[in-house]
């Protein structure tokens, strides 16, 4: 079945450092890739998606390419700030069924 | 344009229960997910429905059923609340059901069962 995996958090880092978040999957289709914010006690924000190979998705800073020979989608920012704290879920949709989460990855600024 | 609304918000239930949660997606989106989030299992699809039909649903029990009205309005329902039903219960709306849809989710409803 699908499957997606994230690097084990939380991802400390300090305000205008490089973030990365890796991603990778598993599908036995030709899914659709997304990146997901959740803050604190709300639900969950859409960052970027990218639905097919090479493709780079990006939203507020924040890139990730869709790539297929590597079947990852990591999520990079140049600059983080301390705003950007919070839980990041990749996710795939292969075909028409649900969306399929990664654990999610915490990512704490500090200033 | 309005976001997916979730009522209620918060719930306080006893085992045994059962409770309605309701989801009003955006406007002109017929697509709506449930899911429920956990602590220990994360992220975990429970049903899909398209058009006022089910399309799709997760490895739940029975005791979790769900329904969509002709105005794309959603209830899920869970009957004979166990305690491992405590969690964080998001809709998620999309115009269509196809992988390359969007989804976007509501804030969610905290459900505690004591």
């Given amino acids: 079945g699908d499957s997606v995996t994230q690097m084990e958090g939380p991802v400390t880092l300090s305000e205008e450092a490089f973030l990365t978040i890796n991603c990778t999957y598993t599908a036995t289709g030709y899914p ?67 969306l399929t989460f990664g654990s999610g990855t915490r990512l704490q600024v500090q200033p | 344009k309005a976001g997916v609304t979730q009522t209620p918000r918060y719930l306080i239930k006893t085992r045994g229960q059962q409770v309605t949660l309701s989801c009003s997606p955006i406007s002109g989106h017929r697509s709506v997910s449930w899911y429920q989030q956990t602590p220990g299992q994360g992220l975990q699809f429970l049903f899909e429905y398209f058009s006022e039909t089910q399309r799709n649903k997760g490895n739940f029990p029975g005791r979790f059923s769900g329904r969509q009205f002709s105005n794309s309005r959603s209830e899920m329902n869970v009957s004979t609340l166990e305690l491992g039903d405590s969690a964080l219960y998001l809709c998620a709306s999309s115009r269509e059901d196809r992988a390359g849809s969007e989804q976007y989710f509501g804030p969610g409803t905290r459900l505690t069962v004591t």
């Fill in chain 1, 32 to 98: 659709s890739l997304f990146w997901y914010v959740q803050y604190p006690g709300e639900g969950l924000q859409l960052l970027l998606k990218a639905t097919k190979a090479d493709d780079k998705g990006s939203n507020k800073g924040f890139e990730a390419t869709y790539r297929k020979e590597t079947t990852s989608f990591h999520l990079e920012k140049g600059s983080v700030q301390v705003s950007d704290s919070a839980v990041y879920f990749c996710a795939l949709r292969d075909g028409g069924r649900a």
